[in-house]
């Protein structure tokens, strides 16, 4: 018996352990949520207005010559965000089984865990800055038009609310016309391919970093409910944990007063 309240005795030692562990990382999510989901709203506007741009100079019969328009090798490459830490529920999971869908891809990671699993790259999701981006995009570019590949896309976790992040798959090159988009009467100077093929890099560079700040924002909601969930879990073993070592002791306690009473001859 009196091995069985010890161990129960360890084991709640090493729950609340867990409970304290938890309730930190959640804390420190919770700090870092309301600033990851601004920089992901500011993002979203600047690529929303770029995206209205390009989709006008996409639709300009002059734009169809660019280069950027049309496949020039053969092979996917595919930048893979994933997080820099893992304790976030089903996040780093759910890219990584993305990922696994495109065979015979090339993955360029951003991010720890990404970097773990497909070899060098970017190490901080969380530290990738505007110049990163900028520098990502360049290059990219620059190999799409070296023909390296046919097509770029961009594998990140879309956040849709504090409940629910989706693992999505964006392409971003070769550019494509969109159906029911009209070009407008605007000048362009000095013509639309040339600033098209300016802008590209600028315009990849921005999906590149909206797609980072997204993902992370993601990932903190993601480790906010994941440890949110380890912490009810981990109080409710506890409480189960202490009604079993209250009733060993309970136990121990009756059989120690029936030995006494039984040694005393009453």
């Given at each position: 018996?009196?091995?069985?309240?010890?161990?129960?005795?360890?084991?709640?030692?090493?729950?609340?352990?867990?409970?304290h562990l938890t309730?930190?990382?959640?804390?420190?999510?919770?700090?870092?949520?309301?600033?990851?989901?601004?920089?992901?709203?500011?993002?979203?506007?600047?690529?929303?207005?770029?995206?209205?741009?390009?989709?006008?100079?996409?639709?300009?019969?002059?734009?169809?010559?660019?280069?950027?328009?049309?496949?020039?090798?053969r092979g996917t490459?595919?930048?893979?965000?994933?997080?820099?830490?893992?304790?976030?529920?089903?996040?780093?999971?759910?890219?990584?089984?993305?990922?696994?869908?495109?065979?015979?891809?090339?993955?360029?990671?951003?991010?720890?865990?990404?970097?773990?699993?497909?070899?060098?790259?970017?190490?901080?999701?969380?530290?990738?800055?505007?110049?990163?981006?900028?520098?990502?995009?360049?290059?990219?570019?620059?190999?799409?038009?070296?023909?390296?590949?046919?097509?770029?896309?961009?594998?990140?976790?879309r956040y849709q609310?504090?409940?629910?992040?989706?693992?999505?798959?964006?392409?971003?090159?070769?550019?494509?016309?969109?159906?029911?988009?009209?070009?407008?009467?605007?000048?362009?100077?000095?013509?639309?391919?040339?600033?098209?093929?300016?802008?590209?890099?600028?315009?990849?560079?921005?999906?590149?970093?909206?797609?980072?700040?997204?993902?992370?924002?993601?990932?903190?909601?993601?480790?906010?409910?994941?440890?949110?969930?380890?912490?009810?879990?981990?109080?409710?073993?506890?409480?189960?944990?202490?009604?079993?070592?209250?009733?060993?002791?309970?136990?121990?306690?009756?059989?120690?007063?029936?030995?006494?009473?039984?040694?005393?001859?009453?």
């Amino acid at each position: 018996m009196g091995a069985d309240i010890k161990s129960l005795r360890g084991r709640i030692r090493s729950v609340d352990s867990t409970l304290h562990l938890t309730r930190a990382m959640g804390l420190v999510a919770s700090s870092k949520i309301r600033r990851a989901t601004q920089n992901m709203g500011r993002s979203r506007e600047y690529t929303a207005a770029m995206d209205e741009v390009m989709a006008q100079l996409r639709a300009s019969p002059d734009c169809a010559k660019s280069p950027y328009m049309r496949p020039r090798g053969r092979g996917t490459r595919v930048i893979v965000i994933a997080g820099d830490r893992g304790l976030a529920g089903g996040y780093n999971a759910n890219v990584f089984r993305l990922a696994a869908t495109l065979e015979g891809a090339e993955f360029l990671p951003i991010g720890k865990r990404a970097c773990e699993r497909f070899g060098e790259g970017f190490l901080s999701s969380e530290r990738f800055s505007g110049e990163d981006a900028a520098k990502v995009a360049e290059e990219q570019c620059r190999a799409f038009l070296a023909g390296e590949f046919e097509r770029l896309g961009i594998l990140y976790t879309r956040y849709q609310s504090m409940m629910t992040q989706v693992a999505t798959l964006k392409w971003v090159l070769p550019l494509e016309r969109e159906e029911g988009v009209t070009a407008r009467p605007m000048i362009f100077e000095p013509d639309e391919q040339t600033v098209l093929d300016a802008a590209v890099p600028t315009y990849v560079s921005g999906v590149l970093a909206a797609c980072v700040r997204e993902s992370f924002a993601s990932e903190v909601a993601a480790r906010r409910m994941a440890m949110d969930a380890a912490g009810k879990n981990a109080q409710e073993m506890i409480d189960r944990l202490q009604l079993q070592y209250n009733r060993a002791r309970q136990n121990s306690i009756t059989q120690e007063i029936t030995e006494i009473v039984a040694g005393s001859g009453l």
